[in-house]
């Protein structure tokens, strides 16, 4: 029996190391992942094929954005060290004064003005007594023209615009400076929706750019727990990338290099978002209809015009005109009709149920996602890629043939998904087709240095 309990306590104990060497294992798994996407330039009506639309073009949710780490940072962590607007350690902070002491410190200033000019006004009599008896002329009230009610002052802004005048700068621009501050003002806040109440804080992200740079650069922590952007230097593919430049039919959008951490199983592995190209978020609506253009208001109507407009109404150059129109009809743009719809469903008090253009949240060309993650196959563990990507791009939606010669084409901004699940070999490239677009993917293994050898390389 002792044998047996020793053998036992001995295959337990081995058991139990292989178990925690290879739960080691699995939690060590880190890769440099290198993507570079382009454009094949390719009008989405002029394919023969038939693709599926997405429903709108929202933008994508993932578990790691190590993109807008780079072109929008949060500040919010920089942000709760600066005093509260209205606390007593902010820079800027004020009591609030009572009546009472704003009447008095009034009274004060009143008193200290009064004993400054009646000081000032004595000095200025001696003197003034001192040089007319040297010079023995005595003016008279009609010589001095600055005495009595009469008196001359020059303003701050009178002496402001001789200098401008002088100088010769009156038509300069002025120069304008961004507004900042040294304290915080903006409380988080409460919403309650979907039997739940949820925190809301300011948004202190920067605004997104008109466009994705094609390359970025981030930074080369050798020990860094999460997943983050990478700098030029652990690029690998500037050849090929460099290749795809030159290629006349093909158009570079981005090209990248992250490190994460790579766990097994397709539900444990966390969801990198990717996106490129450029920014629509100005141009089209959420839906991925055309924002409409701004009204201008009518400059106002003088009474005489107004009396002129309604005489002008009752001739026959009104229904001259409204049968020249008639004659020839036009066509009405699809964001028109949309704007009058708006401006009926307002009047009528229904809620317009057409999103509104809203330039904080960006609408990228190419937007999706991408999922590395471990896979035991036959007890080899094998990468897998699953990817879904978004390719968005403004299609007509009017005849030509109907189209005036002076009007611009209406377009409506489309979303074109792709998806693929697929096992991948590391330091190999891998080519993800479509004809829209095409990315290169190659993920090569990290070894992440211990905490000595990174302080020794420090």
Same mark, same amino acid.
């Given at each position: 029996?002792?044998?047996?309990?020793?053998?036992?306590?001995?295959?337990?104990?081995?058991?139990?190391?292989?178990?925690?060497?290879?739960?080691?294992?699995?939690?060590?798994?880190?890769?440099?992942?290198?993507?570079?996407?382009?454009?094949?330039?390719?009008?989405?009506?002029?394919?023969?094929?038939?693709?599926?639309?997405?429903?709108?073009?929202?933008?994508?949710?993932?578990?790691?954005?190590?993109?807008?780490?780079?072109?929008?940072?949060?500040?919010?962590?920089?942000?709760?060290?600066?005093?509260?607007?209205?606390?007593?350690?902010?820079?800027?902070?004020?009591?609030?004064?009572?009546?009472?002491?704003?009447?008095?410190?009034?009274?004060?200033?009143? /008193?200290?003005?009064? +004993?400054?000019?009646?000081?000032?006004?004595?000095?200025?009599?001696?003197?003034?007594?001192?040089?007319?008896?040297?010079?023995?002329?005595?003016?008279?009230?009609?010589?001095?023209?600055?005495?009595?009610?009469?008196?001359?002052?020059?303003?701050?802004?009178?002496?402001?615009?001789?200098?401008?005048?002088?100088?010769?700068?009156?038509?300069?621009?002025?120069?304008?400076?961004?507004?900042?501050?040294?304290?915080?003002?903006?409380?988080?806040?409460?919403?309650?929706?979907?039997?739940?109440?949820?925190?809301?804080?300011?948004?202190?992200?920067?605004?997104?750019?008109?466009?994705?740079?094609?390359?970025?650069?981030?930074?080369?922590?050798?020990?860094?727990?999460?997943?983050?952007?990478?700098?030029?230097?652990?690029?690998?593919?500037?050849?090929?990338?460099?290749?795809?430049?030159?290629?006349?039919?093909?158009?570079?959008?981005?090209?990248?290099?992250? +490190?994460?951490?790579?766990?097994?199983?397709?539900?444990?592995?966390?969801?990198?978002?990717?996106?490129?190209?450029?920014?629509?978020?100005?141009?089209?609506?959420?839906?991925?209809?055309?924002?409409?253009?701004?009204?201008?208001?009518?400059?106002?109507?003088?009474?005489? /015009?107004?009396?002129?407009?309604?005489?002008?109404?009752?001739?026959?150059?009104?229904?001259?005109?409204?049968?020249?129109?008639?004659?020839?009809?036009?066509?009405?743009?699809?964001? +028109?009709?949309?704007?009058?719809?708006?401006?009926?469903?307002?009047?009528?008090?229904?809620?317009?149920? /057409?999103?509104?253009?809203?330039?904080?949240?960006?609408?990228?060309?190419?937007?999706?996602?991408?999922?590395?993650?471990?896979?035991?196959?036959?007890?080899?563990?094998?990468?897998?890629?699953?990817?879904?990507?978004?390719?968005?791009?403004?299609?007509?939606?009017?005849?030509?043939?109907?189209?005036?010669?002076?009007?611009?084409?209406?377009? +409506?901004?489309?979303?074109?998904?792709?998806? /693929?699940?697929?096992?991948?070999?590391?330091?190999?490239?891998?080519?993800?087709?479509?004809?829209?677009?095409?990315?290169?993917?190659?993920?090569?293994?990290?070894?992440?240095?211990?905490?000595?050898?990174?302080?020794?390389?420090?």
């Amino acid at each position: 029996m002792c044998r047996l309990s020793r053998v036992g306590g001995g295959l337990l104990s081995a058991m139990l190391a292989l178990s925690t060497f290879q739960v080691q294992a699995e939690d060590d798994w880190w890769f440099d992942v290198e993507v570079i996407v382009f454009d094949r330039n390719a009008a989405l009506t002029h394919l023969q094929e038939t693709f599926e639309i997405a429903k709108d073009v929202s933008p994508y949710s993932a578990d790691i954005d190590v993109i807008g780490n780079i072109i929008r940072p949060d500040i919010n962590w920089i942000k709760q060290n600066l005093a509260r607007c209205d606390g007593s350690d902010a820079p800027l902070w004020q009591p609030v004064l009572s009546l009472q002491d704003i009447t008095q410190t009034h009274e004060q200033w009143l /008193q200290e003005q009064h +004993r400054t000019s009646g000081m000032a006004s004595s000095l200025v009599d001696d003197e003034s007594e001192r040089q007319e008896l040297q010079s023995g002329v005595i003016p008279t009230s009609t010589d001095n023209a600055f005495n009595g009610s009469d008196a001359f002052t020059v303003e701050a802004a009178d002496i402001a615009g001789y200098w401008v005048e002088f100088s010769g700068i009156s038509e300069a621009s002025p120069v304008a400076v961004p507004p900042f501050r040294y304290c915080e003002d903006t409380l988080p806040w409460l919403t309650y929706s979907d039997s739940g109440w949820k925190r809301h804080t300011a948004d202190n992200r920067l605004p997104a750019p008109q466009a994705i740079p094609i390359e970025l650069s981030g930074h080369d922590w050798p020990r860094a727990s999460q997943a983050h952007l990478l700098s030029a230097n652990a690029q690998e593919l500037e050849k090929l990338s460099e290749q795809i430049r030159r290629n006349r039919d093909l158009t570079r959008l981005l090209h990248v290099t992250w +490190r994460q951490e790579v766990r097994f199983g397709q539900e444990e592995a966390s969801t990198v978002r990717l996106y490129a190209g450029q920014n629509y978020a100005d141009r089209f609506t959420l839906d991925g209809y055309a924002v409409p253009p701004t009204l201008e208001m009518p400059a106002p109507v003088e009474e005489s /015009q107004q009396e002129d407009a309604i005489k002008t109404l009752t001739e026959d150059t009104f229904f001259a005109d409204l049968n020249a129109r008639l004659a020839t009809p036009q066509t009405v743009p699809l964001s +028109r009709l949309l704007q009058l719809q708006a401006r009926k469903d307002s009047a009528s008090g229904v809620k317009d149920k /057409q999103p509104t253009a809203n330039t904080d949240t960006p609408i990228w060309q190419i937007d999706g996602y991408m999922r590395v993650f471990l896979k035991y196959i036959n007890r080899v563990p094998y990468l897998h890629i699953d990817s879904e990507m978004f390719y968005r791009q403004p299609v007509p939606v009017t005849a030509k043939l109907s189209q005036v010669a002076s009007e611009q084409p209406e377009y +409506r901004l489309v979303s074109v998904p792709f998806k /693929q699940l697929r096992r991948v070999i590391s330091n190999q490239l891998h080519y993800f087709d479509h004809p829209l677009f095409g990315m290169v993917v190659e993920i090569r293994r990290y070894e992440r240095p211990d905490q000595q050898e990174d302080a020794g390389q420090e």
